[in-house]
């Protein structure tokens, strides 16, 4: 509940720019603010931690996807470190539900780079190689961290629902299950793994994805370089009162 506090995950969005559907999970108000009540985003967190940690036991694969720039080093660190997959520039359309075309475009990258690290391109006359390189160059800031996929993921980790509003309704058009933050500007009923809380905050989308990136390390088995943080436990304590203050990171900027 501390780190939940410190990261600012309680504080969610200008009153006028909520949801409602997210009421059930609003603590109180502050300065025109919604604080988010913790001990739910405590114990959905663990219901997500649990769903993920049993994907990966059965062999499944995760995506971790946040493009919003709070969220895009979160995004890639912690999937690189569960040896997951991830999307933080640009959601391509059709990631998940044109596969087949993406799966070509992850093929012509890897052929580019072997060309390339073969000396091929080095054949070819000085604009014609750029030009090459360039396209391999923009495949690569798209599709480097789904490359070795090899397929549709088993489950998504989405960091901002309304910024990833596209590979919402993909996922959900396929039957894939959606893990995600869902700010009190969020619409809760899209996610099948709702966890409550702010998706502005850097240190709050850290947190979370440091936590679900823990559950595919748990499920794996394997032991990864500072991992450090057990899963999350149902919370029994009662809930405090948050002191009214102004959040240092969420600026609830408009998308």
């Known amino acids: 509940m501390k780190e939940?506090?410190?990261?600012?995950v309680h504080f969610g969005h200008?009153?006028?720019?909520?949801?409602?559907?997210?009421?059930?999970?609003?603590?109180?108000?502050?300065?025109?603010?919604?604080?988010?009540?913790?001990?739910?985003?405590?114990?959905?967190?663990?219901?997500?931690?649990?769903?993920?940690?049993?994907?990966?036991?059965?062999?499944?694969?995760?995506?971790?996807?946040?493009?919003?720039?709070?969220?895009?080093?979160?995004?890639?660190?912690?999937?690189?470190?569960?040896?997951?997959?991830?999307?933080?520039?640009?959601?391509?359309?059709?990631?998940?539900?044109?596969?087949?075309?993406?799966?070509?475009?992850?093929?012509?990258?890897?052929?580019l780079e072997t060309d390339d690290a073969n000396g091929i391109l080095d054949n070819f006359v000085k604009k014609e190689a750029m030009k090459l390189r360039r396209q391999m160059q923009k495949l690569n800031t798209n599709l480097s961290g789904i490359k070795e996929m090899g397929g549709l993921p088993d489950a998504v980790v989405i960091t901002d629902t309304n910024k990833e509003e596209i590979a919402v309704l993909e996922a959900k058009k396929l039957g894939i299950p959606i893990v995600a933050i869902v700010d009190t500007n969020c619409d809760p009923d899209l996610i099948d793994y709702p966890?409550?809380?702010?998706?502005d905050a850097i240190r709050s989308n850290n947190l979370i994805c440091r936590a679900l990136a823990d559950a595919v390390v748990d499920?794996?088995?394997?032991?990864?370089?500072?991992?450090?943080?057990?899963?999350?436990?149902?919370?029994?304590?009662?809930s405090s009162v948050i002191e009214a203050e102004e959040p240092e990171e969420n600026q609830s900027e408009e998308e």
Do not use: H
């Not at 959905?44 to 059965?58: M, S």
């Open 4 to 8: 939940l506090l410190e990261a600012g």
């Open 14 to 111: 200008q009153m006028r720019r909520w949801n409602p559907k997210m009421a059930k999970y609003i603590f109180a108000e502050r300065n025109g603010i919604y604080i988010v009540d913790l001990q739910k985003t405590l114990r959905l967190l663990g219901v997500a931690y649990e769903f993920v940690r049993q994907t990966v036991q059965n062999g499944g694969k995760v995506l971790f996807v946040g493009t919003k720039k709070q969220s895009q080093q979160a995004v890639e660190q912690e999937a690189l470190r569960c040896q997951m997959f991830y999307v933080n520039q640009r959601w391509l359309g059709g990631t998940l539900t044109n596969y087949d075309t993406i799966s070509k475009s992850i093929d012509r990258l890897k052929k």
């Open 219 to 238: 499920g794996r088995g394997i032991a990864t370089e500072g991992q450090d943080q057990p899963a999350p436990q149902d919370a029994n304590e009662e």
């Open 195 to 199: 966890i409550p809380g702010n998706d």
